[in-house]
């Protein structure tokens, strides 16, 4: 049974910086795209970062700049790095592992923006 699993959310003030974790166990992880989507309250799930298997990376045009994605094959882990954090920022975070008909998805970790 796959799992997908995120770690590394919490409470961070405006202007701070999180970094958030996410390990799959799928086989043969290096072909799949790695994401980072968030939901917030009242709000759809959104594309906030993604990496290719050949490493093409996407990010929204909300984070660009203050976000980076990575992954580690080895480790069969991809992290997401936060900076300059906001408000708007607030959201569950759920990691996504995708390759042609195969779609995982973690329960997601919380990050909350408040001062």
């Known amino acids: 049974q796959v799992q997908v699993v995120e770690s590394g959310g919490g409470l961070v003030q405006p202007g701070g910086s999180l970094s958030l974790s996410c390990a799959a166990s799928v086989t043969r992880f290096s072909i799949y795209t790695m994401g980072w989507y968030r939901q917030a309250p009242g709000k759809e799930r959104e594309l906030v970062a993604k990496?290719?298997?050949?490493?093409?990376?996407t990010y929204a045009d909300s984070v660009k700049g203050r976000f980076t994605i990575s992954r580690d094959n080895d480790k069969r882990a991809v992290s997401l790095q936060m900076n300059s954090l906001n408000p708007e920022d607030t959201a569950d975070y759920f990691c996504n592992a995708k390759w042609a008909q195969w779609d995982y998805w973690g329960q997601g970790t919380q990050v909350t923006v408040s001062s």
């Open positions: 990496i290719t298997s050949g490493g093409k990376i």
